[in-house]
T-cell receptor, first 114, second 113 residues
């Protein structure tokens, strides 16, 4: 399976600021996803990061709040814009790879907004 | 509408015994089911999966059973070990999806020494 890294691993931010999270994969992958896991909750898909085109956002998530870049098949960024305390979550990137529609996840970015 | 349900928020099992985690689904178009394990402050780790054409898949201490008529699957861990203490997520994928998964709420498994 792909090896996935995320930066930063954690951050504490002030409300109203923005944070960009990077996701790097050690091999080329077509499907890359961004998730959020709020405290005590399940995984919520934010968007599918498409290489060379705009990301596909899930209901409740918009590009202005969560702009995503996917410049190539090994890298993507997610920006959390104009943050509020409600954005405090773990943000995860994942890739779809191999047989069986399996997704493999990065280690996550733990964000706390004060 | 929750298409994948894990009705037990938590489960406590004695070390060495069998852990059984359950998952129900409503969408008959799901054709692949996966189990993930998640420790706090880490990303989920893929454990085991099963295609809808099978009713059982085994990998070491982990076995997943699928009952399509009941729209139910379960993950058996035997014997349970302290390192198995984690949150377990059930996920499903439908025939027309492209690696997109529908997730259950998770079950926190606690292995008691």
């Amino acid at each position: 399976s792909a090896v996935i890294s995320q930066k930063p691993s954690r951050d504490i931010c002030q409300r109203g600021t923005s944070l960009t999270i990077q996701c790097q994969v050690d091999s080329q992958v077509t499907m890359m996803f961004w998730y959020r896991q709020q405290p005590g909750q399940s995984l919520t898909l934010i968007a599918t990061a498409n290489q060379g085109s705009e990301a596909t956002y899930e209901s409740g998530f918009v590009i202005d709040k969560f702009p995503i870049s996917r410049p190539n098949l090994t890298f993507s960024t997610l920006t959390v814009s104009n943050m509020s305390p409600e954005d405090s979550s773990i943000y995860l990137c994942s890739v779809g790879q191999g047989a069986g529609k399996t997704q493999y996840f990065g280690p996550g970015t733990r964000l706390l907004v004060l | 509408d929750q298409q994948v349900k894990q009705n037990s928020p938590s489960l406590s099992v004695q070390e060495g015994r069998i852990s059984i985690l359950n998952c129900d689904y409503t969408n008959s178009m799901f054709d692949y089911f996966l189990w993930y394990k998640k420790y706090p402050a880490e990303g989920p780790t893929f454990l085991i999966s099963i295609s809808s054409i099978k009713d059982k898949n085994e990998d070491g201490r982990f076995t997943v059973f699928l009952n399509k008529s009941a729209k139910h699957l379960s993950l058996h861990i035997v014997p349970s070990q302290p390192g198995d203490s984690a949150v377990y997520f059930c996920a499903a994928s439908s025939m027309d999806s492209n690696y997109q998964l529908i997730w259950g709420a998770g079950t926190k498994l606690i292995i008691k020494p």
